[in-house]
C-alpha cells in the first residue's frame, strides 16, 4: 500500500454494512493506518483538532502533517490528548495549543481499546485517559478509530481492563474499594506497574498519577451508574469509560472499512 487512504477499500455510511473487497491479506497495522487515515477525511482547514494517543492515532497525526506539508489543509492548530502525542505532533511541525487557549475543539480522533454497540469505549490503555477526556469532551465531534478486534458486545468483554486514573497517595485503599464495588462482576482491581526499568514500580501517568486497572469477568450492566460509583471515590481521578461521547465510529476490518454514526 502507498501512504494514502487506498480508494480500493469500500467505506460504507450508516448502515454500517460491511461488505467486499476483503481486507483479509493486511496486517493489524495496516487495518489501523486505514482507520487513521479515513477519519483525516473529517479534517477541515481552520479547524482546531484534538490529537489522540495511542498506535492507531498516530496514523491520523501524520496524516494530518501531510496534508499540511502538501497544502492541502491549513491553519490547523493540534491539541494533543498526551506527552508522547506532543512530541509526535511538534516533530512533525504541526502547530499546537491547548484547552485553555482554545476551550472549543472541533474535532478530535482517538483510538479506543473497547467499543460496545452504543459506541461507548474503554480508553486509557496507553494511560492517557484524563487528558483524552477533557480534550474529547470539549469536542463538537469525536472520531473513534479503531481495528475490528476493538469491538466488543459489552464494556469489560474483551478481557482486557476498564483503567482508572487515581490519586498516588493511599492508592491500595482506593484500589480495594474499586475492587469491593464490582465484586459481582468477579472485578480483580491491580495497580499498573511500570512496563520496563529496573525495580518493579507504579506507572505513572502524565499527570502524576495512578492507574488502577479493573478486570471484569462478567458485564456490570448500567454504565452510568457504574461511572458514577467509581467517581464517588474521593481517590479517583478519573477513569477510561467514555459514556456516549463517540459521534462516529471508523472500523477498518477484513470485510473492509465503515463508518458509522452515532446521529447519522
Ligand atoms: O486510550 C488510549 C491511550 O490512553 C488509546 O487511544 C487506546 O489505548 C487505543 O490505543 P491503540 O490504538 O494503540 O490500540
Same mark, same amino acid.
Request: aromatic share 6%; proline share 5%; hydrophobic share 40%.
Given at each position: ?13 450508516? &448502515? ?22 479515513? @477519519? ?18 498516530? /496514523? ?8 499540511? *506539508? ?24 504541526? &502547530? ?14 482517538? $483510538?479506543?481499546?473497547?467499543?460496545? &454497540? ?17 480534550? !474529547? ?25 476498564? &483503567? ?14 474499586? !475492587? !469491593? ?19 518493579? @514500580? ?12 479493573? /478486570?471484569? !469477568? *462478567? ?6 451508574? @457504574?461511572?458514577?460509583?467509581?467517581? *464517588? ?18 472500523? @477498518? $476490518? ?7 454514526? *452515532?446521529?447519522?
Amino acid at each position: 500500500m502507498g501512504s494514502a487512504f487506498d480508494p480500493n477499500v469500500t467505506v460504507t455510511e450508516e &448502515p454500517a454494512v460491511v461488505d467486499s473487497p476483503p481486507l483479509s491479506n493486511l496486517t493489524q497495522e495496516e487495518l489501523k493506518r486505514i482507520a487513521g487515515y479515513k @477519519a483525516v477525511e473529517f479534517v477541515e482547514s481552520g479547524m482546531v483538532i484534538g490529537l489522540g494517543t495511542g498506535s492507531t492515532a498516530k /496514523y491520523a497525526v501524520a496524516r494530518i502533517s501531510e496534508l499540511l *506539508r502538501e497544502g492541502k489543509l491549513k491553519d490547523i492548530i493540534g491539541i494533543p490528548t498526551s506527552t508522547t502525542t506532543h512530541e509526535q505532533a511538534v516533530s512533525l511541525g504541526i &502547530p499546537l495549543s491547548d484547552l485553555d487557549s482554545h476551550p472549543i475543539v472541533d474535532l478530535s480522533i482517538d $483510538g479506543a481499546d473497547e467499543v460496545d &454497540p452504543a459506541l461507548n469505549l474503554v480508553k486509557g490503555r496507553g494511560g492517557s485517559l484524563l487528558r483524552e477526556k477533557m480534550i !474529547e469532551g470539549a469536542s463538537k465531534k469525536f472520531v473513534v478509530i479503531v481495528d475490528e478486534s476493538k469491538l466488543v458486545k459489552y464494556i469489560g468483554g474483551s478481557g482486557l481492563a476498564v &483503567p482508572v486514573e487515581v490519586v498516588p497517595f493511599c492508592c491500595d485503599f482506593t484500589r480495594g474499594k474499586l !475492587e !469491593e464495588l464490582f465484586k459481582e462482576a468477579g472485578c480483580k482491581a491491580k495497580l499498573r506497574m511500570k512496563k520496563s526499568g529496573g525495580d518493579a @514500580a507504579p506507572a505513572v501517568t502524565d499527570n502524576g498519577n495512578y492507574v488502577v486497572d479493573l /478486570y471484569l !469477568e *462478567r458485564d456490570i450492566g448500567d454504565l452510568e451508574a @457504574a461511572s458514577k460509583e467509581i467517581l *464517588r471515590f474521593p481517590g479517583v481521578v478519573e477513569h477510561g469509560m467514555f459514556l456516549g461521547m463517540a459521534t462516529t465510529l471508523i472500523v @477498518a $476490518g477484513k470485510f473492509g472499512v465503515t463508518v458509522k454514526d *452515532r446521529f447519522g
